[in-house]
């Protein structure tokens, strides 16, 4: 169990946490939120020894192993299997020691290493390695490629897969789900909730922690404070905790009123000088716990576009690529003003190359790309924060592109300086911040940054590949509500559910070289991938419906019946799960429940995701051998 005793933190003179109490359960998979610069990395330093506390203690069982994702950038001529496969570091120390006894001839050793070796899953390691890459999106063809050959987001894949390869105790992950495509972001979290350590995660997705997370650490204000059940759960604790202070602050403020309008008539009577006094002494008595800080809102304006031309862009039977490689085929298009569209698809499926084709940075092989005559494009690329001029200021960098490009309504052929101000104030680049250097910024703040510098120019096409990395709950909120008011077009590439179902109303699923629409929703895609899709949406089990023409009729038709059963099943335990949690996360609002009734709710939503999981891999066992015959 991880403790916490009088916790205090600080980074120099500024105290981040102080004076926390709480205690992380083992197994526990805990959530840390709260505002940038609460704390959360500061803790995180902590736990990995890198920080001592300034006061109290933070204790960790010292058998623990710990693992967290290295900060600087993976490089090296290893393969990419056998980088990742060196964060088991009690497998590689194993196979080191078996080496020099080899060496040595000494049998004695080599028996009892080999048994170890045995224990330690040596004779598995790579095929366990492999699978964990493809899971984290790697091809085939990757895993022997050199870890200098991959791009920046790769290797922050390859760093996550050696972390997780760690035969860890206590897992730290900072921000996992950046640099990973939805499809990615849905294996974690299931590689996660198999995880039997105990795990920190700091994350700004939401979807994520109510997927992977049993508790709920928040920092704010100097504060740590411990909420059982995933975010869903804290955030209407967090509500109730709110309202139920302000009724309380409100009640001491009547009170304290009170108390003042007789001090202030009595106290200069003689006959009640000792009532007043004792008045006095209890105002001073009387205070109220402060009121919870509610997260920042922040309100983005997103100026409109000059001309909103219909359509505005279309691809009729376009093919394109890279080289000699053909990656997408015969994708025909059509945008008009007010399209919301999400892509969905694995990671090398096509969904950049189609942002390219439509921005017009990538020429097709084939096919015809027609923009309109007034179609303004704004691209954000996953490579935009990296692009920003680390020497240059906010204000430098806007008013240098307003005047490159020149703004109607607007004074010359650019921003005048205020006018630039207030429009960065808007994306919280406020007072200094407009004149001081980029390079220091967080990537969050760069984030932002780079996504007012877009939307200055007024494009009615934007074309958005993950632009909620590094952006924080208060800024992918105020991204939604800009995008939701947007008179323009928009496209949607994004690892963040809540993002793509507050903004998207018709999804496309780049698959096998092809464009096509997904008319379900996230849920059903997310079903489509862990193989529990109907028929219709499931390519495997319409395979399978398919090609089940041959073999024993008996036989397959008994096969048949038992796969659809399997499918009822798993059906049936998805919702069992699903009220597990709900149940759960009811009984962590609720001042009654016990630690007891909490682990027993915990215990039951995990039983059912067992069962799921098995009954998921019975199915996926049937389905391949229908498919066989």
Same mark, same amino acid.
């Given at each position: 169990?991880?403790?916490?005793?009088?916790?205090?933190?600080?980074?120099?003179?500024?105290?981040?946490?102080?004076?926390?109490?709480?205690?992380?359960?083992?197994?526990?998979?805990?959530?840390?939120?709260?505002?940038?610069?609460?704390?959360?990395?500061?803790?995180?330093?902590?736990?990995?020894?890198?920080?001592?506390?300034?006061?109290?203690?933070?204790?960790?069982?010292?058998?623990?192993?710990?693992?967290?994702?290295?900060?600087?950038?993976?490089?090296?001529?290893?393969?990419?299997?056998?980088?990742?496969?060196?964060?088991?570091?009690?497998?590689?120390?194993?196979?080191?020691?078996?080496?020099?006894?080899?060496?040595?001839?000494?049998?004695?050793?080599?028996?009892?290493?080999?048994?170890?070796?045995?224990?330690?899953?040596?004779?598995?390691?790579?095929?366990?390695?492999?699978?964990?890459?493809?899971?984290?999106?790697?091809?085939?063809?990757?895993?022997?490629?050199?870890?200098?050959?991959?791009?920046?987001?790769?290797?922050?894949?390859?760093?996550?897969?050696?972390?997780?390869?760690?035969?860890?105790?206590?897992?730290?992950?900072?921000?996992?789900?950046?640099?990973?495509?939805?499809?990615?972001?849905?294996?974690?979290?299931?590689?996660?909730?198999?995880?039997?350590?105990?795990?920190?995660?700091?994350?700004?997705?939401?979807?994520?922690?109510?997927?992977?997370?049993?508790?709920?650490?928040?920092?704010?204000?100097?504060?740590?404070?411990?909420?059982?059940?995933?975010?869903?759960?804290?955030?209407?604790?967090?509500?109730?905790?709110?309202?139920?202070?302000?009724?309380?602050?409100?009640?001491?403020?009547?009170?304290?009123?009170?108390?003042?309008?007789?001090?202030?008539?009595?106290?200069?009577?003689?006959?009640?000088?000792?009532?007043?006094?004792?008045?006095?002494?209890?105002?001073?008595?009387?205070?109220?716990?402060?009121?919870?800080?509610?997260?920042?809102?922040?309100?983005?304006?997103?100026?409109?576009?000059?001309?909103?031309?219909?359509?505005?862009?279309?691809?009729?039977?376009?093919?394109?690529?890279?080289?000699?490689?053909?990656?997408?085929?015969?994708?025909?298009?059509?945008?008009?003003?007010?399209?919301?569209?999400?892509?969905?698809?694995?990671?090398?499926?096509?969904?950049?190359?189609?942002?390219?084709?439509?921005?017009?940075?990538?020429?097709?092989?084939?096919?015809?790309?027609?923009?309109?005559?007034?179609?303004?494009?704004?691209?954000?690329?996953?490579?935009?924060?990296?692009?920003?001029?680390?020497?240059?200021?906010?204000?430098?960098?806007?008013?240098?592109?307003?005047?490159?490009?020149?703004?109607?309504?607007?004074?010359?052929?650019?921003?005048?300086?205020?006018?630039?101000?207030?429009?960065?104030?808007?994306?919280?680049?406020?007072?200094?911040? @407009?004149?001081?250097? +980029?390079?220091?910024?967080? %990537?969050?703040? #760069?984030? =932002?940054? &780079? !996504?007012?510098?877009? /939307?200055?120019?007024?494009?009615?096409?934007?074309?958005?590949?993950?632009?909620?990395?590094?952006?924080?709950?208060?800024?992918?909120?105020?991204?939604?509500?800009?995008?939701?008011?947007?008179?323009?077009?928009?496209?949607?590439?994004?690892?963040?559910?809540?993002?793509?179902?507050?903004?998207?109303?018709?999804?496309?699923?780049?698959?096998?070289?092809?464009?096509?629409?997904?008319?379900?929703?996230?849920?059903?895609?997310?079903?489509?991938?862990?193989?529990?899709?109907?028929?219709?949406?499931?390519?495997?089990? @319409?395979?399978?419906? +398919?090609?089940?023409?041959? %073999?024993?009729? #008996?036989? =397959?038709? &008994? !096969?048949?019946?038992? /796969?659809?059963?399997?499918?009822?099943?798993?059906?049936?335990?998805?919702?069992?799960?699903?009220?597990?949690?709900?149940?759960?996360?009811?009984?962590?609002?609720?001042?009654?429940?016990?630690?007891?009734?909490?682990?027993?709710?915990?215990?039951?939503?995990?039983?059912?995701?067992?069962?799921?999981?098995?009954?998921?891999?019975?199915?996926?066992?049937?389905?391949?051998?229908?498919?066989?015959?």
């Amino acid at each position: 169990m991880i403790r916490a005793r009088s916790l205090t933190l600080a980074r120099g003179s500024r105290v981040l946490i102080r004076d926390a109490h709480f205690d992380l359960p083992p197994g526990a998979r805990v959530g840390v939120v709260g505002r940038n610069g609460t704390g959360k990395s500061s803790l995180f330093a902590a736990l990995q020894g890198g920080l001592a506390a300034e006061g109290g203690e933070l204790v960790v069982p010292g058998h623990w192993v710990r693992a967290s994702v290295a900060q600087h950038m993976p490089q090296g001529a290893d393969s990419a299997l056998a980088y990742a496969l060196a964060g088991d570091e009690e497998l590689a120390e194993l196979r080191r020691r078996y080496r020099l006894a080899e060496q040595q001839d000494d049998g004695v050793e080599i028996a009892q290493l080999g048994v170890a070796l045995d224990h330690a899953g040596n004779w598995d390691a790579e095929a366990r390695t492999a699978q964990l890459l493809r899971g984290l999106g790697f091809a085939e063809g990757d895993l022997k490629r050199a870890v200098d050959e991959f791009s920046g987001g790769w290797r922050m894949r390859l760093a996550l897969a050696r972390t997780l390869m760690c035969r860890s105790d206590l897992l730290l992950l900072d921000e996992p789900t950046n640099h990973l495509d939805l499809d990615t972001v849905l294996w974690l979290e299931g590689w996660l909730k198999r995880y039997r350590g105990t795990l920190l995660a700091i994350s700004h997705d939401r979807d994520f922690l109510d997927a992977v997370c049993t508790h709920t650490l928040y920092l704010d204000g100097e504060t740590a404070q411990l909420y059982a059940g995933a975010f869903s759960a804290f955030a209407r604790q967090r509500v109730a905790h709110i309202e139920q202070a302000r009724r309380e602050a409100a009640q001491v403020a009547a009170r304290r009123a009170h108390l003042q309008r007789f001090v202030d008539r009595f106290k200069a009577k003689a006959s009640k000088a000792r009532q007043a006094q004792s008045r006095v002494k209890a105002l001073e008595k009387l205070s109220a716990a402060p009121v919870p800080a509610e997260e920042s809102e922040v309100h983005w304006v997103v100026p409109a576009p000059a001309k909103l031309p219909d359509p505005l862009l279309s691809l009729a039977g376009v093919s394109a690529g890279y080289g000699e490689r053909r990656v997408l085929d015969g994708v025909s298009l059509y945008l008009e003003p007010g399209d919301r569209v999400g892509l969905l698809g694995r990671n090398g499926a096509g969904k950049s190359t189609l942002m390219k084709l439509l921005a017009g940075v990538l020429e097709p092989f084939a096919g015809e790309r027609k923009p309109a005559r007034d179609l303004a494009i704004g691209y954000f690329a996953q490579s935009q924060v990296e692009e920003l001029l680390a020497d240059a200021t906010p204000l430098q960098l806007l008013l240098e592109g307003t005047r490159a490009r020149g703004h109607e309504g607007v004074q010359g052929s650019g921003y005048s300086e205020q006018q630039a101000r207030d429009y960065l104030g808007g994306f919280g680049y406020g007072g200094e911040m @407009a004149t001081q250097a +980029v390079g220091p910024r967080s %990537g969050g703040e #760069k984030a =932002r940054l &780079a !996504l007012a510098l877009l /939307l200055v120019h007024k494009p009615n096409l934007l074309l958005l590949d993950e632009p909620t990395n590094h952006l924080d709950m208060a800024a992918r909120a105020a991204l939604v509500e800009a995008l939701q008011d947007y008179p323009g077009a928009v496209v949607l590439v994004s690892h963040d559910r809540a993002l793509l179902e507050s903004c998207c109303e018709r999804y496309l699923r780049v698959h096998t070289g092809a464009v096509g629409d997904f008319d379900e929703d996230l849920d059903a895609y997310a079903r489509l991938l862990r193989g529990e899709g109907t028929a219709s949406t499931n390519p495997v089990i @319409a395979n399978v419906v +398919v090609k089940a023409g041959g %073999g024993d009729h #008996k036989e =397959r038709r &008994a !096969l048949g019946n038992r /796969l659809k059963r399997l499918e009822e099943q798993v059906e049936k335990l998805t919702l069992a799960e699903r009220a597990a949690e709900q149940a759960l996360a009811d009984a962590a609002t609720h001042q009654g429940s016990n630690a007891l009734e909490l682990v027993r709710l915990e215990q039951a939503r995990a039983d059912a995701a067992a069962a799921r999981e098995q009954s998921e891999l019975e199915w996926l066992d049937l389905a391949e051998k229908i498919e066989a015959m």
